[in-house]
C-alpha cells in the first residue's frame, strides 16, 4: 500500500513538474519564469527521492522472495550417484 501511495505522489511530482515548466514557457517575464523554473527543481528533487525510496521497495521485496531451485542438467561432478 506504501508503494501505491508513493507511486501515485510520484504522478502527482511529474505532472505538476510539467506544468511549471510549461507555464515557465509562456510568461513573458524573465523572473516569473525563473519562479516556475526553480519551482520544478524543487519537485523533480523531490521526485528523485520517491523514486529512490521506491526502488528500494522494490530491491528490498525481490531480495525477501525465495529462489527457485535452478533447472537442467547438472554440472559434472555435483551429482550424487544414488540419484544420477
Do not use: Y
Amino acid at each position: 500500500m506504501f508503494t501505491k501511495a508513493l507511486q501515485a505522489r510520484l504522478k502527482v511530482l511529474d505532472d505538476e513538474i510539467l506544468r511549471l515548466i510549461n507555464l515557465a514557457s509562456r510568461v513573458p517575464d524573465r523572473a516569473e519564469q525563473d519562479k516556475h523554473i526553480l519551482l520544478a527543481k524543487d519537485l523533480q528533487r523531490e521526485a528523485r527521492t520517491v523514486r529512490a525510496e521506491l526502488k528500494k521497495i522494490s530491491e528490498s521485496a525481490a531480495e525477501s522472495l525465495p529462489v527457485a531451485p535452478q533447472h537442467g542438467p547438472t554440472p559434472p561432478g555435483s551429482c550424487h550417484k544414488k540419484f544420477c
